[in-house]
């Protein structure tokens, strides 16, 4: 077998803690050496990363479709689709299926999450141990939060016996119901409806509750708010086995991107305050964040060109993921290497992926970038099915140059 050598990188992995100038070596789909001692003797290909960052490729806990060439591009090699599909993914049939199709036309890896509640009603516990036998790395019903606390107790208990990680949406459905924007100044002059903290914290700290109750793992995908986070931390310190995740929207944009009524910036949950925001970089600083996700869910011009109330909520994200993740390291507020964590070798760790490291003998999967290139989002160079972004013009540092997965380059960037 060839073998392939990264040379004069910056060598950044975040499971041993490994930050130097070195060389990475490949042979036959796997990492065959790594460090400032790995040579390039035998190579038969020698790639010269010249100083760029070379770490694990990104694990993205949270899409809503697969988007091969996107991901690609961005640096994800490890992509978990969320179970809200055309089909709904809560039986093994869909997991088999997606996994199937992901081996013989994806470049880069596809998980499922399964549903976990049948149709994600919230109402009857899906078949977990048959879809995690079929390659389902977690179950949650992705937008819409269990709100019957007993089923939710149920399924903890029953996803403890299987070892599985339930994923929550932390939005107490009934306060946050018809609510389009955070309730504040900017959705009150807007006249649009709101979303108030109380429903993220209510539901994380029912939530948190129970997962303690059964000391059971729980997860809350999608962390907005200040309140949000602290909820979090005080579960954390009680001892409840509970993680949490954010996204880079969270991290760069505050309610003020709805201005205009600007419909490329309506997620779910909503864009909150600039407290919020600067706590959510705390958070992710401290370890009460522990996951970086894109909450990728490209949307056509059609479903987001439409009068707020009516818009689709959702940020094609997979592009933008690393370049705004790194924004609050350019800003002093984080370090690269905490940044990188909670992006791979933490979720792959929640997920029992093997992945996520530059370890020897792990799969080659890993991402080249130089994170002070500066450059421009244009979302007419997007590579993803949709171009809703909010960040379309907007300056950024840091650009993907190789993604490489199981040793083969899936995506290349700009020459060298």
Known sequence: MSITAYTNARLMDPASGLDEIGTLTVEDGRILAVGAAATTTGASHIVDCKGRVLAPGLVDMRAHQVDTDAAAAGGITTVVLQPDQTTVIDTDAPVER???????????????MGAATKGMHG???AEIGQM??????????CRRAIANAQVLRRLLEYANYFGALIVQFPEEGSLAASGVAHEGEVATRLGLAGVPVEAEVIQIERDARLAEMTDSRLH???ISSAAGVEAVRAAKKRGARVTAATAPHYLHLNENAVEGYRTFAKVSPPLRTEEDR?????GIKDGTIDVIVSDHDPRSEDVKRLPFAQASAGISAFETLLPLALAPVHAGSLDLMTVLKAMTFTPAKLLGLSSGTLNVGANADFVIF?????????????LSKARNTPFDTLPVQGRVWRTIVAGKPVYTGEPS
């Open 132 to 141: 995690q036998e079929a390659g389902a790395v977690a179950f949650t019903d």
């Open 123 to 125: 109402e009857e516990i």
């Open 220 to 222: 809350f995908a999608l």
């Open 370 to 382: 130089d994170p002070a290139k500066p450059w421009r989002v244009d979302r007419s160079a997007f």
């Open 278 to 282: 600067k706590a959510l970089i705390d």
């Open 98 to 112: 997606i996994r199937r199709r992901a081996k013989d036309y994806s470049s880069v890896r596809v998980y499922p």
